[in-house]
């Protein structure tokens, strides 16, 4: 068999996608624990780098771990049946012949290299977009803390023009906070919303009571320090312990000398220098709230508040359901020894607890209301729509990466051949122009619908949809039937942990698609379960 890894992991030979989907499933503890062995527990840059993010998004150094197991396997089994391995790593190369001596041909495509002057320009980029930032913020800081009030802060995110509006934390929440007058929400600004758009947002940041621009309290120092603390390459030298028998020093080392996550690790040091400004003011802080997803800004966020504030509660909200795709999202024994998470999680249904501490019993959980969810229980039943007929709809998660694959899949299917009307549903964070860009077959019969995300389920008869999106568990729960292709090794695998097993088929292969398009009868579950609901009194944590 021809295995080709620079493909998306459900294009894989099958053989050998069934051992590495098993692997990718089974390995995460050992891979967790042994970053945790790695990790340099009194560097805290060691913490924003790519290798200790467990981010498929940035790493590929879980990747290289399962398919180098999954070969194993093969050879350990006797099947020689590889005849030729196609990979995109020189440092992976190296393993597979020196290490591991294999002996089927390998054949390396062309890598993406980071060079010299490529390194360079993204430095200058982010350097200019941030040190405008810093500047803007100072001009137009009208927002100053008190420091008689002890203040609570929530971590957040911009969409949209209207500050009144967070598809984050609902309505809900908003209100309240207008109501507060020492609840302040502190937005991050991306060098991908747009240097334009960021510098509207700081202006209407500035002169709205419920937001505070946290540039205004950095300082020229610091903008400089959070620069200058990434360029540093300390780990050239370092020997990294062995996992499984394999020498992994050289793909970490690769990682750790590329900016491919500048924007975050920047982020991450002016989160933490944020909060040691605030101490050096003398601002008091009774609790702080962030949208905890465990990256690099997350973690300069709480380990600058249990540096510099002890005694604040710190909480991490997850706002969002299960996906375990993304190992980074539940924290390592090591992150909460150190401080770098949030010391109580926060998630939104009493069906994800355990999922939590998949890494780390230490850590708390704590079941508060889904805020962005709220709709699910006020939808009433009522005239249903009539349903588009031989209608699909393929609902997208968001990530450039899980939707093109996804699209990518279907197509191999040759469901846009048939005689269906295929519409597709965008996530807000994600156009679809952005998928149309990278893949140069997109059928011209895949429509998208500018229905609002309710009525779009209501008006199609098939749902197909995969990948990292709550979308999915908000269709099951609600009796809906959902096929869902199997991209990722955990696509529907992950719905059993959370005890669903109705109202959706996971579908293994492109060819099987078509004949997997029947609805079948369906259950509704316990919306409480996976959806809390807002109550006065589960809406105190978020303050008091």
Known sequence: MIVDTTLSPSGYVLAFRKIYFQNYIKLRKKFTNWLDKNGDKKNFNWWLSIPASRNLNLSKLYHYFCIIESIKSIKKADREDIKEFIIDNNNLREILIKQ?????????REERKDYFFIKFYQIIKHFIFYFIIFLFSKIFNSQRLNKKKKYVFIDTFLDGNDLNKNRYYGDKLLEIVKKKNNVLFVPSFFIGMGFINVLKKIFQCSFN???????????????????????????????????????????????????KNLAGQIEGWQNYLFFKNLKLNNISLKKTINWFENQSLDKGWNFGVQTFFPNASCYGYQGFTYFPQYMCLNPS?????LKIVPHTILTIGKRFENTKKEFCNKIKVKTVPALSFQYLHKRKKKNKLNKIKDSILIILSGFLNDDVNLIRWIIKSKLHEKNYKISIKEHPILKIDKIRDIISDFPKN???????????????????????????TELIIQGKYCI??????????SLKKLG?????????KPEELINSLKIKNCKQYRINQFFNKVTKKNLDVFFR
Do not use: W
């Open 100 to 108: 591991l001596k294999c002996n089927f041909l390998i054949t390396l």
């Open 209 to 259: 009571d419920h937001y505070l621009v946290k540039e205004s309290y950095l300082r020229l120092d610091d903008m400089y320090k959070s620069f200058v603390s990434l360029t540093k390459n300390e780990y050239q030298n370092k020997k990294y312990q062995m996992l499984n028998n394999v020498d992994y020093s050289k793909i970490i080392y690769e990682e750790l000398k590329s900016y």
């Open 333 to 337: 024994t090591l992150e909460y020894d």
């Open 446 to 472: 895949f429509i998208t619908t500018k229905s609002n995300f309710t009525d779009a389920i209501d008006l199609h008869q098939i749902l197909i949809c995969a990948g990292a999106t709550s979308a999915l």
């Open 484 to 493: 869902i292709p199997r991209i990722n090794a955990f696509d529907g695998i």
């Open 500 to 508: 669903m097993s109705k109202n959706f088929k996971i579908v293994e």
